[in-house]
């Protein structure tokens, strides 16, 4: 009997275009995943890679979340760069102690007694969750979870919409919104863009589909079942939590589950709903933040003493002096000195810069202007089929459930706090491509530049941090176009060496110029029409003239 109904119901499936559709897709992007040589094509981290990368082969190979010598081994086995640009902050030792007030009992805390560990200055949810893709396929584990991920985003979109349309109809709209947007970009870039698309996409998906099908078939599967039931907004609002603890402003995608649980129609019973769906968010963000006080003895993530590290001042552990952090225009450690990380800690929002007239007369009309049309982050340059989508649901002049208002304006509200909250980083740096408006709410963008052209009445040390950034990633791009198309009209320098990765084979001291800066300078040597009498990318410790 059991049998009979599982090929029923696979028969079933494979009669809809959606499932067909998702699962070649898993196919296809998988194939592309397991046969590419990520570490060889990437040419070094891009953005925030070099986090969720690092951290990621940390939970699968040595089941911890601590950044030590053997991490960066690690990572020297497969990129000569090291881990540039890395955030690690300090962690902080947690005990209960007795106080003479009211609740009589607190959490003191205390410097970390391990002086041989750091912990990730990243959220974890997203190299959580690729952890075990990496155990079983290594560093293309990042991207066979994109392709999981995507072909499931597919599929719920499908089944989304084709409970109000015809099959082709839906896959055609949920093709065009995925494949014509700025998010496939992402599927090779080892950063939660894709991870945070597909939490909110499947969040919305579990907690509004019996909005959409309220009615299950007398041939449902338990699954659908669950759905229409109370399990769908819990499940729903429980995996926009994890959403949130990747990007905390993704909790805006919590309140049309809820809302949604709570004014279906019956008060007396849907209270309980949404206010188990409430208590699912809390719990399961909640959790994951206490995880991470329990972790590294810091509730943010991002605050304490938080810094990033680049080559040119050396990462932590490389010699056997303690990592510190410094002001951007400290120079270079000596020979055998620690790391020096510029100082990236944020443990409270900049209200100096938020509510200066500056940020709110000034800044905030011209980045509402950017955030939809800007050519480095906009919304319809890189995310058309959502703006769309919008418009054609504002044109329509027939009945508009009110959830999907409810949806309309969470998201708005959002994208204005997110301009509020960090009105000149609100893209972020270098790199990323489509900007602020990606996955599923804000996530940084790739304006190498600020965007306004009265940027130099902000605070200083704000515009100082985003022209670090920007350096960043123009010499991203640098290196993209030297590697495509360099070779058409130049000769390229094949003289590095792969590093063996031991322990033994981390340099004592931080090199002095980048692979970036020592193929640059080959590249100058070759336009002279001269070979280097030494090639620069033989030795890593010579300094450049």
Known sequence: MILIAWRERTRRASSEPGFVAALLVALLLGG??????????????????ASYYTLGHSLARDGDFAFDRGDLARVYQEFR??????????????????????????LAAGPDTHVDRLY???????????????????????????????????????????ARSEPAAALAYAAVFFVASAAPVY????????????????????????????????DASWWGRFLRGAGGPCLGAAIIGVAAFSKPTNAALAVPIVA????????????????AAALAFVLSCGGLFGLNLAISGEVNYQGGERATYYEGKGFPFMTAAAPTSSPLTQTAPARGGGAVGLPRGVDSVLQDIVLSRNSLVEVLP?????????????LVPYFFPGVLSVLLFLAWRGPRPWFQWITLASAVVASVVLLLWVPYTYSGGGGPIGGAVLRPRARRG?????????AKKANPTVDF?????????????????????????????????????????????????SLTSRASACRRASSRRRAPSRCCCADPARPLG
């Not at 072909?151 to 979109?157: G, N, R």
């Not at 709570?262 to 206010?275: E, I, P």
């Not at 920007?470 to 640098?478: D, I, M, P, T």
């Open 465 to 513: 941090l985003q022209l670090e950034d920007a350096a960043r990633g123009e010499s991203a791009r640098l290196r993209f176009a030297r590697e495509t198309i360099g070779p058409l009209v130049r000769v390229r320098c094949h003289c590095a060496r792969p590093h063996t990765g031991r322990s033994s084979d981390l340099p004592d001291r931080p090199r002095r110029a």
């Open 366 to 378: 011209a980045n509402l202007v950017y955030f939809v049309l800007g050519r480095h982050s906009g």
């Open 81 to 106: 760069t090291g881990p540039e640009g890395i955030f690690l902050k300090k962690g902080r030792t947690r005990w209960i102690e007795r106080r003479s007030g009211f609740p009589w009992i607190g």
């Open 120 to 162: 990730f200055g990243k959220s974890f949810a997203y190299p959580l969750a690729a952890a075990p893709f990496v155990r079983l396929f290594g560093t293309s584990g990042f991207l066979v979870l994109h392709a999981v991920l995507l072909s499931l985003s597919l599929l719920a979109a499908y089944w989304f919409l084709r």
């Open 187 to 218: 599927f090779v870039w080892i950063t939660p863009e894709v991870f945070n698309l597909s939490t909110g996409v499947l969040g919305l998906f579990c907690g509004l589909y019996r909005m959409v099908s309220p009615e299950a078939p007398p």
């Open 446 to 454: 790739s304006e190498v530049e600020h965007p306004l052209p009265f």
């Open 260 to 275: 949604a649980a709570l004014l279906r129609g019956d008060w007396r019973k849907d209270w309980q709903v949404g206010a």
């Open 32 to 49: 592309f995943a397991l046969a590419v040589d990520f570490p060889k094509a990437a040419y070094g981290f891009q953005s925030d890679e």
